[in-house]
């Protein structure tokens, strides 16, 4: 039961990860057309709609999903399936009039807004994106409902299909109006409607979903006689689990926003003109951190598919159950994440370059930089981890502590380094970095306390970081000396692929040479058993 429990969640997390990946994908080659389309004064009002939106989603939606997850884990794993069947009804109902309050408030006070910002042409893109809320917030509650039952095809597939719309939608609007002879707000607005289209058509696609979802009918099947709560105690846990996850992403953006006003003035305070500090800024957000940002959410989604089987544990009382997911859980994480930190520090030049072959001076203050945030970027995996394995078992108040003394060390670090001239904007993802130990030193403390002694022992948070970090290593050694030799005989676009090609097949010769990945590990894969099969006859796999 428990390696069913386990190769379920494997497969689930192999899939989200697959799929965000794929939407990673679109996402980077959507900026492209777009970007190109625009033209600067319309995507100015672009991002300035983006704003207020990621804001607003901020206040109203989010942990949303995290919470229905939870409680629809919960009453599943204890066999509450009427309480499963009135929780997903209410919370729809709810979260559907909390998504229309975000709507009209991004929608009437869409001049407001504008103004605010200084940007009053930008009014017309925030009002073609103020639906997104609403129809976001419906499809949060039908994802929560199929990760809680551990179903994470239908979010995939939903992600996926916003995806793709968003591409075809939004090029094709803004395309049509150019040609047009729109001015450039009226543009602006028909590439954000691309946006709202596409989360209107993933809203439906996840509805259509569970209209035809054998779980709707299973749930109404094993509800009968049973007696769920009422609706107010419902309510209320879900905004128990939900306000603090909210609070966290308030305090993400804050700092955010506070980093970004504490960067400029630090920058400026050692004698660089303001269009300076607004170009190494770009350098740090716009190439560097773009970077930081792709592995970590990537893995993320493994965080998805663990905590319905976590939370369901937690709930039953499987504390040695919990112990082991949460062990294999980091593994996992480690095995993904040190890699790619190792890959980014090695390769920062290369694969900036590779990235970014038209925008060579830019870049140079950028490289420095990513270097810095590759390091970052293992530490913020396993934060991010810890920070959903405290979701899972209830205690959501956690890790917003340990957000919000991360968030102080990180404006703390970057006003002291910043201001500094011979460190300059490098002082940043230094911050980042001290953010980061920060948080996952604290949420460590926390989750070792909370799972306590199982067995006569306590759960081994850094066991699995050995093998992989020496695996990494020689990938790293390998990927470095690589490039700069295929770069004598190739150009360096080529090299660098090649090299990349190159370290992940090391990677993997020196994980299995070490044992650092078992034949169980394997088995929780889709198609695992088979290549378990085949590499044990090599004497490369051990049990």
Known sequence: MEEKSARKVASGALLLVSANFFVKLIGFVYKIPIGNILGNAALGYFSTAFEIYTLLLTIFISGGSIAVSKMISDSAALGRWANVRRTFRVLLVQF???????????????????????????????????????????????????????????????EVVEALFKLIIGVCLTLW??????????????????????????ALVVIAAYLLSSHRRRVAA????????????????????????????????????????????????????????????????????????????????????????????FVTGRRREAKRLVERSLKVVNLL?????????????????????????????????????????????????????????????????????????????????????????????IGTLACYLVMTAMNTVFLSRMMGTVNGRRVRLFRWCVRPAFASAVMGAAAYFSQRWLALVLRERWATILAILLAVVIYALTLLLVRGVRKRDLELIPGGRRLAALLMKTKLLGE
């Open 177 to 202: 109006l150019r040609s047009l002879g729109k001015g450039d707000d009226v543009v602006s607005a028909g590439a954000i409607a691309g946006s709202s289209l596409s989360v209107l058509v993933s």
């Open 96 to 158: 559907s009039i909390v998504g229309a309050a975000g709507t009209a408030v991004m929608y009437f006070g869409a001049g407001t807004w504008a103004d605010f910002l200084g940007n009053s042409k930008a009014t017309l893109s925030i009002v073609a994106l103020s639906p997104a809320i609403f129809f976001l917030a419906v499809s949060c509650i039908f994802r929560g409902f199929f990760q809680g039952l551990g179903d994470m095809r239908q979010s995939s597939l939903s």
């Open 222 to 313: 094993l509800s009968a006689g049973d007696r769920p709560d009422r609706i107010f105690p419902i309510v209320g846990r879900f905004w128990r689990l939900a306000i603090p996850i909210a609070l966290s992403s308030v305090v993400v953006n804050l700092t955010s926003f506070l980093d970004l006003f504490l960067i400029f003035d630090r920058l400026v305070s050692t004698g660089m003109t303001e269009d300076a500090a607004n170009r190494v800024y770009g350098a740090y957000k716009g190439y560097a951190q773009s970077l930081f940002n792709l592995a970590p959410s990537i893995i993320s989604s493994i965080n998805v598919s663990i905590l319905p089987a976590l939370s369901a544990h």
């Open 337 to 429: 994440a040190l890699p790619s930190a190792v890959g980014l520090l090695v390769l920062a030049g290369p694969i900036s370059r590779l990235l970014y072959p038209y925008r060579l001076d830019e870049i140079v203050v950028a490289i420095p930089i990513l270097k810095i945030l590759a390091v970052a970027s293992y530490w913020t995996c396993l934060s991010t981890l810890a920070t959903s394995l405290l979701q899972a078992s209830g205690k959501t108040h956690l890790p917003l502590i340990s957000l919000i003394c991360g968030g102080a060390v990180k404006l703390g670090v970057n006003y002291i380094l910043v201001g500094i001239p011979a460190v300059g904007i490098n002082g940043a993802p």
